[in-house]
């Protein structure tokens, strides 16, 4: 691991991991509130061997604005695996858009593969886990449930969901969050809030 600051993770960090278990307990910290800080609530990461894959990397940049982060995710293969719990007033949505690579997303029985230019989403109420072979290059934002209410029902039908382009929800979100992505570095800064 290199560049952390003491005390792990905080709103505009950039760090990068070459171990699985340090990445864990980094993402648990920086994607709150999907996860919390006692044991049982922590993301267990393990490293997924691929052919040619030389050990674990992985580098992270999160930005906290008002209880919404907002990060990218480059990383080799792994699998992340939550088996905690979160009040549902603690609730909150994960979100990824892949830039390359690929993940898995499996919540409740239910799988979805997201591959490059397409947005997969889980509630984090609930356990989850997110494997990849390939790795990837994701946004990944994660949103309060409070921030949602808007989407009534709607918001139970987002466990382990996928959008592409081609799709209404999709076609309107994904060449917002490309730019997102593009500039998240200027987020943390000027009229980043905004």
């Given at each position: 691991m290199s560049g952390q600051p003491a005390g792990g993770l905080r709103s505009t960090s950039h760090v990068s991991f070459t171990d699985a278990a340090?990445?864990?307990?980094?993402?648990?910290?920086?994607?709150?509130?999907?996860?919390?800080?006692?044991?049982?609530?922590?993301a267990n990461v393990e490293t997924v061997d691929r052919p040619g894959q030389r050990g674990f990397r992985a580098s992270l940049s999160a930005h906290e604005?008002?209880?919404?982060?907002?990060?990218?995710?480059?990383?080799?293969?792994?699998?992340?695996?939550?088996?905690?719990?979160?009040d549902p007033?603690?609730?909150a949505l994960k979100i990824y858009?892949?830039?390359?690579?690929?993940?898995?997303?499996?919540?409740?029985?239910?799988?979805?593969?997201?591959?490059?230019?397409?947005?997969?989403?889980h509630d984090s109420m609930d356990p989850?886990?997110?494997?990849?072979?390939?790795g990837f290059d994701s946004l990944i934002m994660v949103v309060p449930k409070s921030r949602l209410l808007s989407l009534g029902q709607a918001y139970h039908d987002l466990r382990a969901a996928r959008?592409?382009?081609?799709e209404g929800p999709g076609r309107?979100?994904?060449?917002?969050?490309?730019?997102?992505?593009?500039?998240?570095?200027?987020?943390?800064?000027?009229?980043g809030h905004q």
């Amino acid at each position: 691991m290199s560049g952390q600051p003491a005390g792990g993770l905080r709103s505009t960090s950039h760090v990068s991991f070459t171990d699985a278990a340090v990445f864990g307990e980094n993402i648990t910290r920086v994607y709150r509130p999907v996860f919390h800080d006692d044991e049982g609530r922590q993301a267990n990461v393990e490293t997924v061997d691929r052919p040619g894959q030389r050990g674990f990397r992985a580098s992270l940049s999160a930005h906290e604005l008002d209880g919404v982060v907002l990060s990218t995710v480059d990383v080799t293969g792994h699998e992340v695996d939550y088996q905690g719990t979160v009040d549902p007033d603690d609730s909150a949505l994960k979100i990824y858009y892949v830039l390359d690579g690929t993940a898995v997303i499996r919540q409740e029985g239910r799988e979805q593969t997201v591959e490059r230019g397409q947005l997969g989403v889980h509630d984090s109420m609930d356990p989850y886990q997110v494997w990849t072979e390939t790795g990837f290059d994701s946004l990944i934002m994660v949103v309060p449930k409070s921030r949602l209410l808007s989407l009534g029902q709607a918001y139970h039908d987002l466990r382990a969901a996928r959008f592409t382009p081609d799709e209404g929800p999709g076609r309107v979100a994904l060449p917002y969050l490309r730019g997102l992505a593009d500039g998240i570095d200027e987020v943390g800064r000027g009229h980043g809030h905004q």
